[in-house]
């Protein structure tokens, strides 16, 4: 299967904190999927953990590569700039991540957050988020228990998915 591409600085295991979600599912595509990832506006709509969505440049609500965007996620408001975004092809995977960063000296997160979206056997269609981070913040998200970038990023991809099936990424 496909892997997520890392920049220099937040390969996992290098970086202060690591998450990685994916699902895996039948009876969906990428092209169902896709929609609900690449439209910032909609995240809010089946991720509650995702709100004040803004594109401070006038460009969005699609992602592109080089989108500048803004929105508010566990508790940090969170600037964003998109670094990479294909989207999903017959045998290739839909990939899109972005650099974000919040706060200023100590209280610096920076993050890379990436998914790769990929038709694969079966009728089948794999979802993959993995984020690094780095800072202080990041620091204090890896030592808590329970792991709030794995559970909130579960929510996601389940509200996703769930969306998907429900034909959301049509409306």
């Known amino acids: 299967m496909n892997a997520i591409f890392w920049p220099e600085g937040y390969i996992p295991g290098f970086a202060d904190n690591f998450a990685s979600n994916e699902m895996i599912v039948a009876g969906l595509t990428a092209d169902q999927v896709w929609p609900l990832l690449a439209n910032a ?101 890896a030592a808590a228990v329970p792991n709030p970038m794995i559970n909130g990023h579960d929510e996601w991809l389940r509200g996703m998915l769930a969306a998907a099936r429900e034909g959301l990424a049509q409306a």
């Open 41 to 141: 506006e909609v995240w809010p709509s089946y991720y509650a953990n995702c709100a004040d969505i803004a594109f401070p440049d006038g460009n969005g609500p699609v992602l592109a590569e080089g989108t500048r965007f803004f929105f508010r996620t566990f508790g940090f408001p969170v600037d964003c700039e998109v670094t990479e975004y294909v989207a999903p092809q017959a045998g290739a995977p839909g990939r899109v991540a972005w650099h974000g960063w919040s706060g200023e000296g100590d209280e610096r997160l920076d993050v890379h957050h990436a998914w790769l979206i990929e038709d694969i056997e079966g009728g089948r269609v794999r979802v993959l988020t993995q984020e690094t981070q780095n800072g202080n913040p990041a620091k204090a998200l």
